[in-house]
């Protein structure tokens, strides 16, 4: 049996000219890390139509959070993801955090983006090889839950989540961001019967805050 489940990303479509963006919009990436998972897509469709090779093409969109048991969750050292870095600060580990642009088209003026908890991210991995075993057919599916939060709503939701506020500073555009990307997910529930479980900023804010404190009681 020939299956094959790849996780790739949102940045494959760039800055997309609609939001929400659908599977079939342009892929045009803007960044270095997004080009090789496109060009690994393209190749997984060639496979696919010369070999056979059944597969699902998982385009992720911000996943964030941690599990919900305190088991896991995002341990990587000087983390650039947003709730990460807001979590950090939060609880003292920085001393302060910066966003980047707030000129964007977007009602605040800062990027918005669409936040998957990390563990609906693996039921929809554990759904997609079920789909596959079935008999199912190759699909690109974006994995998000159709709405975005912008960068300042983000940061106020960690404030008010973990009762501390912290200094944030301001600084110029990164060169690639995106203004908004937002996930068209419909086809992601209709392949695979997916339903979120965890679709609530606050909870995948409180359970990040959960798994930073576990990791400043282990290093203390």
Excluded at 7 to 18: M, Q
Excluded at 93 to 103: E, I, N, Y
Excluded at 123 to 145: I, K, M, P, Q, W
């Amino acid at each position: 049996m020939r299956l094959f489940i790849f996780s790739s990303t949102a940045a494959v479509y760039g800055n997309p000219a609609r939001v929400p963006v659908r599977g079939e919009d342009p892929t045009v990436p803007t960044w270095l890390y997004s080009s090789p998972k496109l060009m690994t897509e393209i190749m997984l469709r060639d496979a696919g139509t010369a070999h056979g090779l059944r597969h699902m093409i998982l385009r992720y969109f911000n996943v964030a959070g941690a599990d919900p048991l305190g088991r896991t969750g995002q341990s990587t050292k000087a983390a650039t993801h947003l709730i990460k870095v807001a979590v950090e600060t939060a609880l003292g580990s920085r001393p302060k955090m910066a966003v980047f642009g707030t000129d964007y088209p977007t009602p605040d003026g800062t990027c918005i983006r669409d936040y998957i908890h990390v563990s609906d991210l693996v039921r929809v991995h554990s759904e997609a090889l079920a789909c596959l075993r079935a008999g199912g057919t190759s699909a690109t599916l974006n994995c998000g839950y159709g709405h975005g939060f912008s960068v300042l709503e983000v940061i106020e939701t960690v404030k008010r989540v973990a009762g501390v506020d912290f200094e944030v500073e301001f600084a110029g555009r990164r060169d690639g961001d995106p203004a908004q990307i937002v996930a068209a997910c419909d086809r992601v529930r209709s392949t695979l019967g997916w339903q979120p479980q965890f679709d609530d900023l606050q909870a995948i804010v409180a359970h990040a805050l959960a798994w930073e404190r576990k990791l400043m009681a282990r290093s203390g």
